[in-house]
């Protein structure tokens, strides 16, 4: 997975992107392309290759996901897979920074 450089604030599109090979090292397209992202609050989404316009095919074995996050905190995600021989799940998380601008953490403080 790669990220860009820099800081990911709230309603601002994240790119994930993700590559799935065989063992011998081949690139390859899983049957289904599933990916899910849960909150900072624990509300898990799910987006399907194929179904759902975020999840994208950008080359053979290589998808991208975008998420617009609607909080700060640390946003969770998965990759999942199905099919003879690609049944793979990838994970990670990526941080949103608070914003004085969506964020009342803020509001205690003289700014």
Do not use: C, H
């Not at 700060?72 to 998965?78: D, K, L, Q, S």
């Amino acid at each position: 997975m790669a990220f860009t450089p820099g800081k990911y604030y709230v309603n601002t599109v994240v790119r994930l992107t993700v590559n799935f090979e065989e063992d011998d090292g081949d690139d390859v397209d899983p049957t289904t392309v599933t990916f899910k992202t849960m909150s900072p609050s624990w509300v898990e989404t799910s987006y399907v290759y194929g179904t759902d316009d975020e999840v994208q095919k950008a080359s053979v074995g290589n998808y991208t996901a975008d998420v617009t996050p609607d909080e700060a905190g640390r946003w969770r995600f998965r990759w999942e897979t199905t099919g003879t021989g690609t049944t793979i799940a990838v994970e990670g998380d990526f941080l949103v920074q608070y914003s004085a601008f969506y964020d009342d953490v803020f509001s205690d403080y003289a700014l």
